[in-house]
């Protein structure tokens, strides 16, 4: 038995009042999730252990069957993996965000829905002002900023320190952002991992937040933006910034697994599938955005099908559009997963001799209402040939609750995932 997972990353949602008090899984045109739920069996899972962060970087892993209290630390590190910067011992990895700032507060985590194009400009030119040397003797810079995808990027700082407290970006739409700059939380002394205290580390991001947004006013690509009278992409906001994390493989986890694959669009899953001794295939058109290449998703997860026991596939398309509270689109996303990309490959698989259990489930909840991280119980599916199906009729967050498989927490989905040869 092969094994495929298919994350909707964000899709589902609270009841909503101009859907007449349905949720959008419930709303939503979904004929091939249907099926699959009332073919298979269905259930609830808890994606974020206690005292966590709602985040994708936590629940991501958590499906994955990891145990956050021994491997999390942050998305920064994870994501310096998956845009291939090795991480060396003494260096303190964050999320770098390049977001819109107007009238002193955030209006948009994405920097307008910068492309990587433009973004990796604005970044090599923040590195080419803001990059710090240690001491001239040893030429190693104390800060260094790498491009990732669209909005999302990469600090690095030299001997960094972890015990910070940072804002999400998109937490926090059309708040004030100074008071979301970053605090200290123990300035007692440095860790064995820091040559910075804590509040030196705090004290040098947010200076560097300060100086981005006078450096990226000036800059052209901005320029041009307000003269349009569009979004400008004119601050960094870093923020989940961690050491290099300790993670085994997933074929060291689950002997079912012999070797496994990742497809997603984002730096961040890329990274957690790098730790988990997964492939990392890219696929033309992937954006992260409504507009990904869905179909170009589809067929490289059934070719790495053949070749891979377990595959991750990861859209995150609903995300997106939840934090930019955009209903419609979000609806679309939703529909969109369930026919340009899991119909095609059900209906691929269902010819196949070898059988392939699948599984359809969203990271967390991203309200449209809220436009953020919701860490409520998220609904999923399991269906596979031959597996005796439950009551669940249809696919959602309240169907869900009466799924056979009931409320699991963390770690059992997986392992529930893996029961099925």
């Not at 206690?50 to 491997?71: C, M, R």
């Not at 988990?276 to 099908?305: C, F, S």
């Not at 969109?336 to 070898?354: A, F």
Request: with cysteine; hydrophobic share 40%.
């Amino acid at each position: 038995m092969k094994h495929i997972i298919i994350l909707g990353d964000g899709m589902a949602d609270l009841p909503v009042e101009r859907l007449g008090g349905k949720t959008l899984l419930q709303h939503a045109s979904i004929p091939m999730i249907d099926r699959l739920a009332r073919e298979g069996r269905c259930g609830r899972l808890i994606t974020v252990p206690e005292g966590f962060p709602p985040g994708s970087e936590v629940a991501n892993t958590a499906i994955l069957g990891y145990d956050l209290n021994k491997v999390y630390e942050g998305r920064g590190p994870l994501e310096a993996a998956s845009i291939g910067y090795e991480m060396a011992d003494d260096d303190f990895a964050i999320r770098c965000n390049i977001i819109t700032i107007e009238d002193g507060k955030i209006i948009t985590h994405n920097g307008g829905n910068l492309e990587t194009e433009d973004a990796d400009v604005l970044i090599r030119y923040l590195n080419d002002n803001l990059a710090k040397p240690i001491n001239k003797r040893e030429g190693c810079e104390r800060v260094k900023f790498i491009t990732g995808i669209q909005y999302r990027h990469l600090l690095v700082i030299k001997g960094g320190n972890k015990d910070i407290v940072c804002a999400p970006p998109h937490d926090h739409p059309n708040e004030e952002w100074r008071p979301l700059l970053v605090k200290s939380a123990d300035t007692s002394c440095a860790s064995h991992h820091s040559a910075l205290t804590a509040e030196q580390t705090a004290d040098l991001i947010n200076e560097l937040i300060l100086k981005s947004q006078e450096l990226l006013a000036k800059h052209p690509y901005n320029l041009a933006k307000a003269a349009k009278g569009e979004r400008q992409a004119n601050s960094i906001w870093p923020w989940s910034g961690g050491y290099r994390p300790s993670m085994e493989t997933l074929m060291t986890q689950y002997p079912q697994v012999k070797s496994g694959a990742v497809i997603s669009a984002v730096d961040l899953i890329r990274g957690i599938g790098h730790y988990a001794g997964l492939r990392i295939i890219e696929v033309e058109g992937a954006t992260g955005l409504a507009n990904t290449n869905y179909e170009g998703k589809a067929q490289a997860a059934i070719e790495a099908l053949k070749k891979d026991d377990f595959v991750f596939v990861h859209v995150e398309a609903s995300d997106e559009a939840g934090h930019d509270g955009d209903l419609e689109l979000k609806l679309k996303t939703i529909e969109y997963l369930d026919q340009r990309l899991i119909k095609p490959v059900y209906d691929e698989i269902s010819t196949w001799d070898e059988p392939v259990a699948i599984a359809v489930l969203p990271d967390h909840l991203t309200p449209v209402e809220m436009r953020i991280h919701v860490g409520q119980p998220v609904p999923f599916l399991i269906w596979h040939k031959g597996i005796k199906a439950d009551d669940v009729q249809q696919y959602d967050e309240v169907s869900c609750v009466s799924g056979s498989y009931g409320l699991l927490k963390l770690d059992e989905f997986m392992k529930e995932f893996m029961k099925v040869n």
